[in-house]
């Protein structure tokens, strides 16, 4: 008794304590938890956390914002700074570049440090990176490299590590994947191929040519196996045509060159062209006009690149579509899926985009600041322009 007395403090407010440790179970700005959760980071009974919550909500110091979930609205006083790792694909294409813009503006606007690397489209640069990101001792890691073939193996140095991983767009073991539903931005992208030649062609296509990224491993191939399928719908006999499979390495260039191998034979005929992205799908379109066979096709892109917008607004394109991935939207949701992992909340296995089609008639709805990027960008090279 003597003993228990003497470590008691008498002016501290025992309810004031377990307020305190209940309030700190919300890590983040903006984080809701269920009860269970508040609980179990608490340290508090269930019973005790649910009182006390029911008071700070009276007090306006919590809000209630589903049957059983929190979330505070006093601002942690003491929020543990996360480190992140970031391999990027690359700076070389605007997807990529989105994608890290979005990111890195989403972790600052959350107060988290990111440590950035640069996979470089390059297999032994990406297992390097992520050696580099293990040394860093980063809390979580978002991978974001297009070769299926290394995937375990960096997925495997960071399980060893035990640091949690997200794949962006490319499946890695174990990882959270993040990115397209490839399958379903593929029929999009089918449907509207195969709707296109019903009403401007009646339906008579000769020739279905597909261009590929073998590297990218299976899963991006089904936007070519959910481009076929789309096509069906409108045009049943599509089975019947010949499939042609070019690989335009997901470049403009390689694209381009394996296009115009391909119309080199003098083949004639119409073709519904199906193409894993953007820059393939413009390197195919250079292609036909090379060879003044522009009327002779119809192409459906990925990603709805600032260069495929260009050209849907180019009267009389036979680039008819791109599906949208919004890549300037990746990174919001990127630090939210992280965020749910290092707080050890339920994240599904894999988190997808939502995706749209990007047409000539629509394109100025979806991206009406467009003008005012092009128009900026042209004022900046004018002005470096005419520096000595």
Avoid at 255 to 264: C, D, G, I, M, P
């Amino acid at each position: 008794m003597g003993n228990s007395g003497a470590t008691r403090d008498p002016y501290l407010v025992k309810s004031l304590v377990h307020a305190s440790q209940l309030l700190a179970a919300f890590q983040t700005a903006g984080e809701t938890l269920r009860l269970r959760d508040v609980a179990a980071r608490s340290g508090l009974t269930k019973g005790m956390s649910f009182r006390l919550l029911y008071t700070l909500e009276k007090c306006g110091m919590v809000e209630k914002v589903g049957e059983n979930q929190y979330r505070s609205c006093v601002r942690p006083v003491r929020q543990k700074r996360h480190r992140l790792g970031y391999a990027a694909q690359g700076a070389d294409d605007d997807f990529s570049r989105g994608v890290s813009e979005s990111l890195l503006a989403a972790a600052r606007a959350e107060g988290i440090e990111v440590i950035t690397v640069d996979n470089r489209y390059n297999a032994r640069i990406a297992q390097r990176n992520a050696d580099l990101l293990i040394r860093e001792k980063v809390d979580l890691v978002i991978e974001f490299q297009t070769d299926e073939t290394v995937a375990p193996i960096i997925a495997a140095k960071y399980r060893e590590a035990n640091i949690p991983l997200i794949a962006i767009d490319i499946p890695h073991p174990g990882a959270t994947y993040y990115g397209a539903n490839n399958y379903g931005a593929g029929l999009l992208g089918g449907r509207h191929l195969g709707r296109w030649a019903k009403q401007h062609w009646q339906g008579k296509v000769d020739e279905v040519v597909f261009l590929e990224l073998p590297r990218a491993g299976s899963l991006p191939r089904m936007r070519l196996t959910g481009m076929l399928v789309g096509m069906k719908e409108a045009l049943p006999d599509i089975d019947e045509r010949p499939v042609t499979r070019l690989d335009g390495n997901g470049q403009l260039g390689a694209s381009l060159e394996a296009v115009r191998k391909f119309l080199r034979g003098g083949r004639m005929g119409q073709y519904l062209v199906c193409a894993i992205n953007d820059a393939s799908a413009l390197g195919a379109l250079r292609a036909f006009q090379e060879t003044g066979r522009t009327a002779n096709c119809a192409i459906v892109g990925h990603n709805a690149s600032p260069e495929a917008r260009m050209e849907l607004r180019e009267p009389g394109t036979r680039l008819i579509g791109s599906v949208g991935y919004f890549p300037e939207r990746y990174g919001r949701d990127l630090v939210r899926v992280a965020m749910d992992l290092l707080n050890r909340r339920p994240v599904p296995p894999a988190v997808f985009v939502k995706h749209q089609l990007i047409t000539p008639e629509n394109v100025d709805h979806h991206y009406p600041n467009d003008a005012l990027m092009a128009g900026g960008r042209a004022l900046a090279e004018a002005m470096m322009g005419g520096r000595t």
